[in-house]
């Protein structure tokens, strides 16, 4: 009996120092990046979620979302016009430039 009350609190004693480490290793709310969300972006939001996107740095991320962005100009500048025999919409190449899904 009494080596499994020693045993219950070896896992509770490493359960406590493994939730220590793991908070101090959270970010901080100072270390947080907040950014002022429009519908442009939550658009891309979307479009990052339902393609599994990710950018390695903020840079990259706001190259992308500028490019998310000429495209979708395009792609409603397309669909506004009523002659089309075709619409778009946006895939998985919509945060590309031309050249790199060429």
């Known amino acids: 009996m009494r080596q499994g009350f020693a045993y219950t609190l070896a896992v509770v004693g ?3 120092a493994v939730a220590v ?3 101090n290793d959270a970010p901080s709310s100072q270390q947080l990046m907040f ?3 429009n519908s442009n972006d939550i658009d891309f939001q979307h479009y990052i979620a339902t393609f599994g996107k990710a950018y390695e740095s903020n840079g990259e991320y706001e190259m992308r979302l500028q490019q998310y962005k000429s495209n979708m100009a395009l ?3 397309h669909n506004a016009n009523n002659g089309a025999s075709f619409h778009l919409k946006p895939n998985k190449f919509a945060d590309m ?3 790199e899904y060429k």
């Open 21 to 23: 480490i793991a908070l």
């Open 75 to 77: 792609i409603n500048d």
């Open 35 to 37: 950014r002022d969300t």
């Open 14 to 16: 490493v359960v406590a």
């Open 97 to 99: 430039t031309p050249a």
